[in-house]
Nanobody, 125 residues
Framework: QVQLVESGGGLVQAGESLRLSCAAS????????MGWFRQAPGKERDFVAS????????YYANSMKGRFTISRDNAKNTVYLQMNSLKPEDTAVYYC??????????????????WGRGTQVTVSS
């Protein structure tokens, strides 16, 4: 069983940065791929970034490449999302996710097992 708790969201101005954290409980964390998704009001939940179990492979949605960086610290059971040069269109609830592999993460649905409850990020113009 894995439980995920996000933190670090908030209100920032365009161009500023935020770092989100996701603390995971459960011993399988170290073998799971981890990821971030986001959902804006009235829109679907979209993929943001993912990282494999070792941290050696990272993947990003095209619109986030160069601005967002995903990383993980397996000793702390924590995954991070560093977000730079934030834009108003980045405003959303950001969700942490866990899956057995990167491939499994791409197939995640809202009914999948391991989602956090989300943290709100609001970027003002």
């Amino acid at each position: 069983q894995v439980q995920l708790v996000e933190s670090g969201g908030g209100l920032v101005q365009a161009g500023e940065s935020l770092r989100l954290s996701c603390a995971a409980s459960g011993r399988i964390f170290k073998t799971y791929a981890m990821g971030w998704f986001r959902q804006a009001p009235g829109k679907e939940r979209d993929f943001v970034a993912s990282i494999n179990w070792s941290g050696g492979g990272t993947y990003y949605a095209n619109s986030m490449k160069g601005r967002f960086t995903i990383s993980r610290d397996n000793a702390k059971n924590t995954v991070y999302l560093q977000m730079n040069s934030l834009k108003p269109e980045d405003t959303a609830v950001y969700y942490c996710a866990a899956a057995p592999s990167i491939a499994a993460m791409t197939a995640m649905t809202l009914d999948s097992d391991y989602w956090g409850r989300g943290t709100q990020v609001t970027v003002s113009s």
